[in-house]
């Protein structure tokens, strides 16, 4: 399981604060995505990025943001724009290169909105 | 972009029994089709996956079939345990040139019922 880490495992929020998420990898991947999780939803993807220095908006990208500086990191700030931030989220990273890579999720964090 | 829609949402087996889960692809240029598992409280974990050159693809109990020309692939698992007890979802690969990015079903909860 080890590889990709995400913290914190729990975070709590008040109402028209923004928030960030940590991901980490040490798998020397060049690909990161974030998804969503919500019960019966799937995995909704947020944001991917297959380069440092580039990202691209998914599925559900409103009121989220994120920086790809470093290859090893993959930051997720939801802002207070987000209408319905209580949420599992899941940050993933796969090789790159090919598009049949296998994608590794991290643990997890999920976020209450109070 | 790829919709992807995954049946049943629930299927409960008697252990030994097999299971079958289903999904339907919208985008016919789509390449890769891969199986997760994810276990309750887990993050989610690759199982199988197939390419669209390939109509089967077997892994000890599991199998994953593939109809390009219906745009549908199943997982099958035989001789159900109750370990294998889990959230699986599917996913397709978004067509589109260097996009690594996959689109997930709505995940099918399995109860294996000693």
């Known amino acids: 399981d080890g590889g990709i880490t995400q913290s914190p495992k729990y975070l709590f929020r008040k109402e028209g604060q923004n928030v960030t998420l940590s991901c980490e990898q040490n798998?020397?991947?060049?690909?990161m995505y974030w998804y969503r999780q919500d019960p019966g939803q799937g995995l909704r993807l947020i944001y991917y990025?297959?380069?440092?220095?580039?990202?691209q908006k998914g599925d559900i990208a409103e009121g989220y943001s994120v920086s790809r500086e470093k290859k090893e990191s993959f930051p997720l700030t939801v802002t207070s724009a987000q209408k319905n931030p209580t949420a599992f989220y899941l940050c993933?990273?796969?090789?790159?290169?090919?598009?049949?890579?296998?994608?590794?999720f991290g643990p997890g964090t999920r976020l209450t909105v109070l | 972009g790829e919709n992807v829609e995954q049946h049943p949402s629930t299927l409960s087996v008697q252990e030994g029994d097999s299971a079958v889960i289903k999904c339907t692809y919208s985008?016919?240029?789509?390449?890769?089709f891969p199986w997760y598992k994810q276990e309750l409280g887990k993050r989610p974990q690759l199982i199988i996956d197939?390419?669209?050159?390939?109509g089967e693809k077997k892994d000890q109990r599991i199998a994953v079939t593939l109809n390009k020309t219906a745009k549908h692939f199943s997982l099958h698992i035989t001789e159900t345990q109750p370990e294998d007890s889990a959230v699986y979802f599917c996913?397709?690969?978004?067509?589109?040139?260097?996009?690594?990015?996959?689109?997930f079903g709505k995940g099918t909860l399995l109860t294996v019922n000693p």
């Open positions: 993933a990273s796969s090789m790159g290169r090919t598009a049949y890579n296998e994608q590794f």
């Open positions: 798998l020397n991947h060049d690909a």
């Open positions: 990025s297959q380069i440092v220095n580039d990202f």
């Open positions: 985008d016919s240029a789509s390449n890769y």
């Open positions: 197939i390419r669209s050159n390939v």
């Open positions: 996913a397709a690969r978004d067509s589109g040139g260097s996009n690594y990015k996959l689109t």
